[in-house]
């Protein structure tokens, strides 16, 4: 029997297992699932084994960085046909990936007999090298040098030519002014004279250009002997690192319940990245699955939760359950899980009980609809019931995009649509110049004390686990809101947000990020928790009407209240 199988603390008799593993990208955790989890946070939170900063209260004074982790369990039948679950981390914990309670990786880089260490020693040596050259006093004083000389050369090359035209301009002026009493040799001598200076004017110019580009070619010398070993050495860099990264890859091997391997660059070569991602293959799902394909455990269901603090760029709420991510994992188990038999994707199904759409409004230019949660703007990839696809149906004699602007699938609320090209024209400029006025009402899962106030947190997509959006100060696109708290009541706050900006999750992630409202929208399976629905109601538009230039100001109460 595995070193790692756990047998559950309690017993387990009255759970009921599921026939299908979970869709590892959007799932619920069942209630055995849960109850491992319980126990693996009940050890996380007594355990001596081992000594992390998780951020968490008791760890306050702690002298190292506060860093969260996620972790994950996987339900198991063992060979004995007895329940049982193991336990994972993602990535490493404490500086190592051996542990009393949590599987091995696929690889463990940290192993001080192995290449990777070795290698990696290598290339933290060429970056202290690096990092002294860099910052050498000489080096340094050398481009400092050569830049005050590049500005002091430009400002003599100016006068030079401030020289030239003056000079020039002088030499004009005794042409026009030659006396008329001057013989015609005298005026040939005067005219030679003349000749002789700007000849004298230029060479002198060029002699300037000359010394000037000595100078600096002199400098760039001195610093090309500096760059050029620093850019031997990054080139090393680059080509050691490419090889141990490709080594690397090479070592994660991956099963499957058939016992088929594929390595990470085999994985990932037929998907979309081609290469694959930093840290693949270190999340705790891999992890899982290849432990239990090596021992013979039959794997059940799985669960993975977060626990300390969140990342300053993404949401994690500590003790909250997240799916697997996408732009690792997802090719990765997609090998994994060849062969058995998975839940439905509930990402493709959307409220299949919408008949009609409720019209609020609508003449020969517009229409105006009360667009229900879970139903799509636009058609997606799987699914093409949309908002779209119904007005086309309805009004066959539209032209043009139709669609002037979008609800998430989850939000429901209102959509202002054109049904010609020239409407589509003129609504599509009010959005793009912010002339249009828009209400969201939301319910959140917490307290926020301030009354009003203004959210300004650029966003981005988490390339590893789309459609997740991110902050980031670096990349990210300006998003901005503006809210307003109605009321608290019972640990939940109703709030009227204001986007000023409209950038792809925008509300969900400002009312849910620790540098927003920290209050994730009841409902919002991404950054918060699962509900019945997404708490999000677009309730008020206000518009100029393309054709009568009427104001048009529509509003709809939410079909959910505090």
Not at 55 to 76: A, C, D, R, W, Y
Not at 167 to 194: G, V, Y
Not at 326 to 346: S, V
Request: glycine fraction near 4%; aromatic fraction near 10%.
């Amino acid at each position: 029997m595995s070193n790692y199988f756990q047998y559950f603390k309690q017993p387990i008799s009255t759970y009921e297992l599921p026939t299908k593993f979970d869709y590892p990208f959007y799932y619920e955790p069942t209630e055995i699932a849960k109850l491992a989890c319980q126990e693996v946070q009940d050890y996380l939170e007594n355990q001596t084994d081992f000594e992390h900063n998780f951020g968490l209260e008791k760890e306050k004074n702690h002298s190292s960085t506060p860093i969260g982790k996620m972790f994950g369990v996987l339900v198991v039948r063992n060979s004995k046909d007895e329940i049982g679950y193991i336990a994972a981390v993602s990535g490493k914990l404490a500086n190592t990936n051996q542990h009393k309670l949590f599987v091995p990786p696929v690889f463990d880089m940290l192993n001080k007999n192995g290449f990777f260490l070795e290698q990696e020693e290598r290339l933290n040596e060429i970056n202290r090298i690096l990092e002294k050259l860099e910052s050498n006093e000489k080096f340094l004083q050398l481009k400092n040098d050569f830049h005050e000389f590049e500005l002091n050369a430009t400002a003599r090359i100016n006068e030079g030519k401030q020289l030239l035209k003056s000079n020039k301009k002088d030499r004009k002026k005794q042409r026009e002014n030659i006396s008329s009493t001057l013989s015609q040799d005298e005026i040939q001598l005067f005219e030679d004279d003349l000749i002789k200076q700007s000849l004298r004017d230029k060479y002198e110019f060029r002699v300037l250009n000359e010394q000037i580009e000595l100078e600096r070619n002199q400098f760039s010398n001195q610093i090309k002997t500096f760059e050029e070993e620093i850019n031997a050495l990054k080139e090393e860099r680059k080509l050691k690192s490419n090889s141990l990264q490709n080594q690397l890859f090479n070592q994660y091997q991956f099963l499957n319940k058939f016992k088929q391997e594929k390595s990470l660059l085999d994985i990932f070569s037929t998907s979309v990245f081609q290469q694959p991602p930093a840290a693949a293959g270190e999340c705790a799902a891999p992890k899982l699955l290849q432990y239990a394909f090596q021992n013979n455990l039959d794997p059940i269901c799985m669960a993975e939760f977060w626990w300390g603090d969140s990342p300053k760029s993404e949401v994690r709420k500590h003790g909250q359950f997240y799916p697997a991510c996408t732009g690792k994992c997802e090719p990765i188990l997609g090998h994994m899980l060849t062969g058995i038999d998975l839940n439905e994707n509930l990402l493709l199904k959307q409220n299949t009980t919408v008949k009609e759409l409720e019209i609020l409004y609508q003449d020969e230019d517009i229409a105006v609809i009360n667009k229900p949660e879970e139903f799509l703007s636009v058609p997606g990839i799987e699914i093409k019931d949309s908002v779209y696809i119904r007005i086309q149906q309805q009004f066959p004699h539209a032209t043009g995009p139709i669609i002037v602007h979008r609800l998430d699938m989850s939000t429901s609320g209102i959509l202002v649509l054109a049904l010609n090209k020239e409407s589509h024209k003129h609504l599509q400029q009010q959005f793009i110049k912010r002339k249009v006025a828009k209400r969201y009402i939301a319910l959140l899962d917490g307290i926020v004390e301030h009354p009003s106030g203004y959210l300004d947190l650029p966003l981005r997509v988490d390339l590893d686990d789309r459609p997740r959006q991110m902050v980031c100060y670096e990349h990210g696109k300006t998003a901005q809101t503006k809210y307003e708290v109605i009321e608290r009541k019972a640990n939940k706050t109703l709030i009227y947000f204001y986007p000023i900006t409209g950038r792809t999750h925008q509300l969900r992630m400002h009312a849910s990020h620790i540098l927003g409202l920290n209050a994730p929208i009841i409902g919002d399976d991404l950054y918060g928790k699962k509900a019945n629905r997404l708490h999000l109601h677009a309730e008020t538009l206000e518009f100029t009407h393309p054709k009568t230039k009427e104001v048009m100001k529509f509003q709809v109460d939410p079909n959910f209240n505090i």
